[in-house]
């Protein structure tokens, strides 16, 4: 059975920095491309960026370049994503999702977590 369990969220000020952690079971994240999305109050959830199973990183909100990055850590079976400089507009439910297929696939994804809420507010 696959779980995604996020953690990380919270209230932050603007211009301030949260890390979310997301870690699997039941899946190998090696072989998987691991993602990042978002559903901000009344909004529909967008995709954020999203890394391959090479690595390679594809950001589906420009916005956040520069800001946010996305990054694994094999051994623990966890995708980070660091966001800095945080806005109002990063309000969001945020959601780590993954591909069994090894790409990125934007929002047809395989697996998805419960979520976590980042407030940014002042």
């Known amino acids: 059975q696959v779980q995604l369990v996020e953690s990380g969220g919270g209230l932050v000020q603007p211009g301030g920095s949260l890390r979310l952690s997301c870690a699997a079971s039941g899946v190998t994240l090696d072989y998987y491309a691991i993602a990042w999305i978002r559903r901000a109050p009344g909004k529909e959830r967008e995709g954020i960026l999203c890394?391959?199973?090479?690595?390679?990183?594809?950001y589906y909100d420009d916005s956040v370049k520069g800001r946010f990055t996305i990054s694994r850590d094999n051994a623990k079976n966890t995708v980070y994503l660091q966001m800095n400089n945080l806005k109002p507009e990063d309000t969001a439910i945020y959601y780590c999702v993954t591909y069994w297929r090894g790409y990125c696939a934007g929002l047809q994804y395989d697996y998805w977590g419960q979520g976590t809420q980042v407030t940014v507010s002042s």
């Open positions: 890394m391959d199973m090479n690595d390679n990183i594809t």
